[in-house]
């Protein structure tokens, strides 16, 4: 289950678009390497914008011991719950509303990029696809091969199951 918990502006929060989110224990994968990378006091001194002004070396190391209990509650298999809203109070101070909403960004593009794979395929593969997606009436090379693949497996469920009657 996913808890979306908002992210608590330092100034006025704006009026259009989405609002800022906190960490979720979905995104943790993703998100903590990236926030080790950038709570670095030497992302601090090139993003000072980033980051509250009011932020100690005691806040920093502070914030560094949660983030590692959390990742050994998640390497344990415990409940991260009640660690992970911590940590999200603890980053919420950290960062300023730009910093947090370039975490976001670039948690976004890691996201997107888990999601998608680049394979090589040659030129006349890719030319019978888009002739198929056009017999077929399909929008993209992801319809046109989970379809072909779906009509495959479904070929070979059929010969499995003759296989077994005879």
Do not use: C
Request: net charge neutral; no cysteine.
């Amino acid at each position: 289950m996913t808890t979306n918990t908002l992210w608590e502006y330092h100034h006025a929060a704006p009026t259009a678009g989405r609002k800022l989110l906190l960490l979720d224990k979905t995104e943790l994968v993703f998100a903590l390497p990236l926030i080790y990378r950038m709570v670095h006091p030497e992302s601090v001194a090139e993003r000072a914008e980033w980051f509250q002004l009011n932020q100690s070396q005691s806040s920093y190391t502070e914030l560094i011991a949660n983030l590692n209990l959390l990742v050994q509650q998640r390497k344990k298999n415990q409940p991260v719950d009640q660690q992970l809203q911590f940590v999200n109070q603890m980053l919420n101070q950290y960062f300023s509303d730009l910093g947090w909403r370039m975490v976001r960004k670039e948690l976004s593009q890691i996201k997107k990029r888990q999601k998608k794979s680049h394979i090589e395929v040659s030129k006349d593969i890719i030319l019978r696809l888009k002739r198929y997606m056009e017999l077929e009436r399909l929008d993209s090379f992801d319809q046109a091969l989970d379809t072909l693949l779906s009509e495959h497996a479904a070929t070979v469920a059929a010969m499995t199951d003759d296989d077994s009657e005879a």
